[in-house]
């Protein structure tokens, strides 16, 4: 299997390493091995992730743009955290009391 091959079935299956190992009729590790050997290979196969990624944040943006709840609170809580958009959790004892903590040590092994 030539590093060519490879690279024409990552392109033809955009990057989908399991898809491009069933062309060539490799295993997926096989795959892996050449992209981790081989710049122009893992180049190739980031292409596509960051490609998908790219899509992804498009749709993301046009769902905030129409307005959809779940997209506006997924944005201003991954992206949006340096603005102060971030969910911290609160951790009180019975009441709002506070937590009490017990330490107990256990020597009876020394």
Known sequence: MSKQKVIQAL???KG???LAAARLKVSHTAIYDYVNKY??????????TEELNDIAELK?????QKGE???IKYQL?????QRGYVERQEVTGKDGQEVTIK???DDSNT
Not at 39 to 48: G, L, T
Not at 60 to 64: E, F, G
Not at 77 to 81: E, I, L, M, V
């Open 39 to 48: 710049d122009d290979v893992r180049e190739v196969k980031e292409f596509y």
């Open 60 to 64: 993301l943006r046009q769902a905030v």
């Open 69 to 71: 709840p779940w997209s």
């Open 11 to 13: 392109k033809e299956t």
């Open 103 to 105: 330490v107990v040590y």
């Open 77 to 81: 809580s991954t992206q949006g955290k």
């Open 16 to 18: 989908a390493v399991y």
